[in-house]
T-cell receptor, first 112, second 113 residues
Framework: DGGITQSPKYLFRKEGQNVTLSCEQN?????MYWYRQDPGQGLRLIYY???????QKGDIAEGYSVSREKKESFPLTVTSAQKNPTAFYLC???????????FGPGTRLTVL | QQQVKQSPQSLIVQKGGIPIINCAYE??????FPWYQQFPGKGPALLIA?????SEKKEGRFTISFNKSAKQFSLHIMDSQPGDSATYFC????????????FGKGTLLTVNP
């Protein structure tokens, strides 16, 4: 997992609630990423940020929002507009100085 | 759309066998090809990576073979062990100003004792 932390490890949400997943890195990488993982679907990119105060939509951004106010932090909010949010969420860091992305341990979100 | 196609979806081998996982891509701009290993409930971890200027790279029991003309690359695990049982993902990156990795859908490997 290197220097990427995600919290909480498990998260339960009621229908209609927004929840925020935390991702922090101490690897000094410029770029950070959020992925969603569902069984048999591989890793799908939600949002990514190549630099502070800038971010771009990935392949499945609808129902999610992000911010990048600090280089170390890239929180993801799962909004009530996301109709099927139950999944394993992975944060990664990498980019400019390396082609590789390093992943955090993940957050498993379950909607009750 | 950029894609990386990975096969097989699942693979079962006996201890000591040599599982082979294959990936194919279309985008000739891809210039970096990593493999990740993921255990249940954990984040993926970088296993080994290759660039198109070499045809093979070995790290321990893991080998990547790369065929640039066929736009294919594969992971071989020598002397596989039950502890290698995991999901393996291939990926590709086109570098430059695009820092996005495109992932295959994964291969669930089971190594029986």
């Amino acid at each position: 997992d290197g220097g990427i932390t995600q919290s909480p490890k498990y998260l339960f949400r009621k229908e209609g609630q927004n929840v925020t997943l935390s991702c922090e890195q101490n690897l000094n990488h410029d770029a950070m990423y959020w992925y969603r993982q569902d069984p048999g679907q591989g890793l799908r990119l939600i949002y990514y940020s190549q630099i502070v105060n800038d971010f771009q939509k990935g392949d499945i951004a609808e129902g999610y929002s992000v911010s990048r106010e600090k280089k170390e932090s890239f929180p993801l909010t799962v909004t009530s507009a996301q109709k099927n949010p139950t999944a394993f969420y992975l944060c990664a860091a990498g980019g400019r100085n390396t082609d590789t992305q390093y992943f955090g341990p993940g957050t498993r979100l379950t909607v009750l | 759309q950029q894609q990386v196609k990975q096969s097989p979806q699942s693979l079962i081998v006996q201890k000591g066998g040599i599982p082979i996982i294959n990936c194919a891509y279309e985008n000739t701009a891809f210039d970096y090809f990593p493999w990740y290993q993921q255990f249940p409930g954990k984040g993926p971890a970088l296993l080994i990576a290759i660039r198109p200027d070499v045809s093979e790279k070995k790290e321990g029991r893991f080998t990547i073979s790369f065929n640039k003309s066929a736009k294919q690359f594969s992971l071989h695990i020598m002397d596989s062990q039950p502890g290698d049982s995991a999901t393996y993902f291939c990926a590709a990156n086109s570098g430059g100003s695009n820092y996005k990795l495109t992932f295959g859908k994964g291969t669930l490997l089971t190594v029986n004792p």
